[in-house]
């Protein structure tokens, strides 16, 4: 073997500067450079791409969320009114009953007064009559007193 086979394989290993080795640096360089810049390429696309799904996972949640808020909102405001719809309808209901009660105890009240005022008018008339039987005795019914003399 040469000095020049060695230094050859010397440089084909990266241990000297040879003509070879100083001509393919640049070529390895630029493969490199090549090489190295496709892998930032594909990196990029796929940070890219993780970034899209990402946002589009984010905006995805954003409008469940916004569609869970409104049905809960749409639930409870249904609720609401249905609960509001029975105080409504039980009020009125109890309403009904206190007013038709009154209705009863009032026309209850009125026929029991009504029902007093007879009993007194007729209790009235009983008394009238019996004064008036005692009123319509005779003047004989009732003892003369006795004449006082005259006096001359």
């Not at 000095?3 to 500067?17: C, H």
């Not at 569609?67 to 109890?94: K, V």
């Amino acid at each position: 073997m040469g000095r020049r086979q060695v230094q050859e394989a010397m440089a084909n290993m990266g241990l000297t500067d040879s003509w070879l080795n100083r001509r393919s640096k640049p070529l390895f360089s630029v493969q490199r450079g090549n090489a190295d810049a496709s892998v930032r390429l594909a990196q990029q696309q796929k940070t890219q791409e993780l970034q899209d799904k990402i946002s589009q996972l984010v905006e995805n949640a954003a409008a469940q969320k916004q569609q869970q808020e409104a049905s809960i909102r749409a639930n409870t405001s249904d609720w609401y009114n249905t609960l509001l719809s029975n105080f409504y309808s039980t009020a009125q209901q109890q309403g009904t009953s206190l007013y038709n009660a009154e209705q009863e105890r009032a026309a209850a009240a009125a026929e029991a007064e009504r029902q007093r005022q007879a009993e007194a008018e007729a209790s009235k008339e009983a008394l009238r009559k019996k004064c008036y039987r005692s009123c319509r005795k005779k003047a004989s019914d009732y003892p003369t007193p006795p004449k006082k003399p005259k006096a001359t």
